[in-house]
């Protein structure tokens, strides 16, 4: 168990003895052991500014940086250092020229570390909806709060990991184990929150699929995914690629290395695939701590340096900030990279609207008082003052928050219409000890939002009935009431995870120790209490996959309830479903299987340390993730992937019509254009140095060089080169042909077919929203091997009364039904107008309506492919 700031006094005092790992491991391009896994040269990193939306804000950010000296271009890249400042994160700033400071912020559920805010639900509970308004509307109002705080850019949302290990600790911030769940929850997120003036932040590029053994120390390396083309494109850069649609204003690299090479100086990835193959016009930063080396970053494509700090944080050492600043006057790092850096940066800022009226920073993450220190990094010599305003920004928020807990509600098993139970008043209620209510991860503090308060499940029984017991407890209480038949027991279960950084009863960010069981003995309380009651209904808050084997066949337990994360709003969302107030409406994110190896071997294994070896996670499953996996592998699950019932039932019909006429592969990129000019000579050495007498905070982190550095940095360049590594140039590319707009060749954005679902209540009694998801399914005999079938799109219809029927479109893309091919390095449409089926239901195993892309015709109340 180690906060960060342990972790880097044990890092200190190793790195004092000596490493095994070799000084400059992170300088090389170290080869994932397995064939086929390799990261290509890939040079220079790509200049901004060639997309129309962004261009007026290119030319804004341009002539403010030109007017930069040196030293601030190199200060507004990187960090002061971590707790060199009041957000999580914070830049250097070039007042003289009016460009502030910038402060990032996290968490995955809203703004964190400050008061007066709402905790929303994690992004698991909003893919659990499947309803892009509700998940716009969620971003919408954590971007408000972000801005209300003065946060410049909300470090999420996150779709890496994307959920391919069950037990994987980050799942949850993410929206479900799929690519296109995942990618409509990032671009309606990022749209929210945008439109808001905050800058966004896709996180982490890319494969950090578990948390062990995610990060590089002087003794480790982090693990190498290794991901081959067409996964990584199908699969894990899917929902990246949505967030570049959605004009993404910055995005996070991962700890872990990709195919050998560490993500944040990886230049396939970011110089490739971000930005090139992608057209990411943002700005790209490391993840916290895992910036490992300067030049080598620099030209694979990193802008921002995070938190500024070494490997070995609060010496006030860098590998950026005075080092860039050294390694551009002596020429190692061209000027045209460094002007590009800064104007990527500079580009967002105006984009989002943040030259005028954007509220400075008011709050502060690391401490509750009104006055602190400003720069507790710099502690016992930092200045004090006013640090905290408590700024109220929570407004109505708590009406989103709670509609979306509500709505992702999911309800799994209901036997004998047990619920809604309006006439039976639950009277015996047991909880387990901790914690006692739904709550986000407890051991998860960097990624959740302090609590001003929470509506919990008891409270929210309690307003509805004096009859209601409860016990907190994780044993059967001895002091039980005299069970009756009437009685109806609540069993609330657990399961937690979070960041490696944190290590709670054993599990160490991964579920590595719980496995797929509830916490806190959770499957036994559930196996006593159905020993003695005659209802059950268990409700399990947890961030990912449970196996419920252990109790779910008991005759007693009647209901089953994923009621995920649900933030501060977890009762009366609730208790308004088990009354019937509204029928349940989420659906599962993911599948939950019988047995926990019922998935592939190589996702249910957690990597291990490699001892001074890297450790390898290969992807060998390929784009068999999931509900993939099962299908594929003919498992069935014990709830299929999109699995949620209602208190209604739902009939699909369907027509479909085609909108544009494909082709094999997407018309022609255009070329880039209207790109400005970034070069330039290498400036003074005078503009390396800080200003006569200017006092200098102890271990914050400055841009600036001594006089002597910057005058030997300038005869450096006269006298030595850089070792660039193979394949290095600073000729600027045209862009690969699968790129040409945000998200890649807008072409794959065409909308190929559309099709009008007409979804009808045919229940009786109870009103419901529906969910309509849509599967593809390739025509048989095409030269690629597919899954059966793969989530394309879905919609909610609105609240609708018995026999009330509603039309939603689902649309069909040209990306949606291509596949990746990698000889051409291009989508590929198989066979134009062929044999596409297109499945409609409420569940990747409850699909009842087809459409047919060949004849362009439907077909309602078929069996299903599954
Ligand atoms: C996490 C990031 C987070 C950052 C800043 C890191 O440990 O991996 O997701 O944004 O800290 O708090």
Redesign the pocket.
């Known amino acids: 168990m180690a906060t960060?700031k342990s972790f880097a006094c044990v890092l200190a005092a190793l790195a004092a003895v000596g490493s095994a790992v070799p000084a400059d491991h992170h300088q090389k391009r170290q080869q994932a052991p397995e064939a086929g896994f390799y990261v290509p040269s890939y040079y220079p990193a790509p200049y901004g500014g060639w997309v129309d939306d962004w261009k007026e804000s290119y030319a804004k950010a341009k002539a403010l940086v030109d007017r930069m000296t040196l030293a601030e271009k190199t200060n507004i890249t990187g960090g002061t250092g971590i707790y060199m400042g009041r957000c999580?994160?914070n830049t250097g700033s070039a007042l003289r020229v009016n460009f502030p400071q910038l402060c990032?912020?996290?968490?995955?559920n809203g703004i964190?570390q400050t008061d007066n805010v709402t905790v929303f639900p994690n992004a698991i509970t909003a893919g659990a909806t499947f309803d892009k308004k509700l998940i716009y509307e969620r971003g919408a109002a954590i971007g408000k709060e972000g801005r209300g705080k003065g946060v410049n850019i909300w470090?999420?949302p996150?779709v890496g990991p994307l959920g391919r290990k069950p037990k994987g600790g980050?799942n949850w911030?993410g929206f479900g184990s799929d690519p296109v769940l995942q990618g409509y929850g990032a671009y309606e997120t990022i749209r929210g929150v945008q439109d808001q003036g905050v800058i966004a932040?896709i996180?982490?590029l890319i494969g950090?699929e578990q948390e062990m053994y995610r990060m590089y120390n002087p003794f480790q390396y982090a693990y190498s995914a290794n991901i081959d083309d067409r996964t990584l494109h199908e699969v894990y850069l899917w929902p990246f690629a949505e967030a570049v649609r959605a004009g993404v204003g910055a995005a996070?690299t991962?700890?872990n290395a990709v195919n050998g090479s560490a993500s944040s100086h990886n230049p396939y990835l970011i110089n490739g695939l971000l930005k090139d193959e992608l057209g990411f016009q943002g700005f790209v930063m490391s993840?916290?701590?895992?910036h490992m080396s300067g030049v080598a970053s620099a030209i694979a494509g990193l802008d921002m340096d995070?938190?500024g700090d070494t490997q070995i944080p609060l010496f006030g050492s860098s590998f950026w900030m005075y080092e860039l600043t050294r390694s551009t006057l002596n020429g190692s790092v061209p000027m045209d990279r460094l002007n590009d850096m800064a104007t990527r940066i500079v580009a967002a800022w105006y984009k989002m609207g943040q030259d005028e009226g954007f509220p400075a920073v008011n709050f502060d993450t690391n401490s509750k008082t009104r006055e602190a220190p400003l720069y507790p990094g710099a502690w016992p010599n930092s200045p004090t003052g006013v640090v905290n305003e408590f700024v109220q920004v929570q407004a109505d928020h708590d009406v989103v928050a709670r509609q979306v807990a509500q709505d992702g509600l999911t309800l799994l098993k209901n036997e004998d219409n047990l619920l809604p139970s309006p006439h039976r008043d639950p009277s015996s209620s047991s909880a387990p000890a901790q914690p006692p209510t739904p709550t986000a991860p407890t051991h998860a503090p960097?990624?959740t939002v302090d609590y001003m308060y929470i509506d919990d499940p008891i409270s929210a029984f309690r307003r509805r009935t004096d009859d209601v017991t409860f016990y907190n407890t994780d044993r059967f209480p001895s002091s039980a009431r005299q069970q009756s038949e009437d009685d109806v027991a609540f069993v609330f279960i657990t399961s937690d995870a979070g960041?490696n950084?944190y290590t709670v009863e054993g599990n160490h960010g991964d579920r590595d120790a719980s496995r797929l069981f509830a916490w806190h003995d959770g499957d036994r309380l559930v196996q006593d209490v159905a020993a003695r009651y005659s209802n059950v209904v268990v409700v399990a808050n947890t961030v990912g996959p449970l196996v419920l084997e252990a109790w779910h066949d008991l005759p007693s337990v009647k209901a089953v309830l994923i009621a995920h994360l649900p933030g501060q709003e977890g009762g009366e969302s609730l208790t308004g479903v088990l009354y019937g107030d509204v029928s349940p409406n989420g659906h599962l994110p993911y599948s939950i299987t019988f047995a926990e190896d019922d998935m592939p071997e190589s996702v249910t294994r957690l990597i291990d340390s490699a001892f001074f070896n890297q450790p390898q996670d290969t992807y060998t499953e390929g784009l068999y993730i999931d509900y993939k996996w099962l299908n594929k592998a003919g498992i069935k699950a014990r709830y299929a992937f999109g699995h949620g019932l209602s208190y209604t039932t739902f009939n699909y019909t369907a027509t479909i019509e085609k909108v544009t006429q494909l082709t094999r592969t997407p018309p022609p990129r255009a070329p880039k254009e209207g790109i400005l000019e970034y070069d330039q000579p290498i400036p003074a050495a005078a503009e390396a140095v800080a200003p006569a007498g200017f006092q200098m905070i102890w271990r914050l982190i400055y841009s600036w060089l001594s006089e002597s550095d910057a005058q030997n940095a300038i005869r450096d360049g006269q006298t030595r080169q850089y070792p660039y590594p193979p394949g290095y140039t600073t000729t600027q590319r045209e862009g690969p042909r699968a790129g040409g707009g945000e998200g890649g060749n807008p072409a794959l954005y065409d909308t190929a077919y559309t099709l009008s679902v007409t979804v009808t209540n045919s229940g009786s009694e109870h009103s419901g929203k529906a969910s309509v998801q849509a599967y593809l399914q390739f025509p048989e005999g095409i030269e690629y091997e597919t899954p059966i079938i793969q989530l394309r799109d879905f919609e909610k219809t609105g609240e609708l009364a018995p026999g009330e029927s509603q039309t939603v479109q689902i649309n069909l893309r040209r990306k949606d039904i291509s596949v990746w091919d990698v000889v051409l390095q291009d989508w590929v449409v198989p066979e134009v107008d062929g044999a596409y089926k297109v499945w409609l239901g409420a569940a990747s195993d409850d699909l009842s309506a087809v459409c047919h892309v060949d004849g362009l015709t439907c077909e309602s109340n078929v069996a299903g492919p599954i």
């Open positions: 960060l999580n994160g990032l912020n996290d968490a995955a964190r470090l999420g996150s980050r911030e932040t996180k982490h950090n996070m991962a700890y993840d916290w701590i895992s995070m938190p960097i990624e960041e950084s």
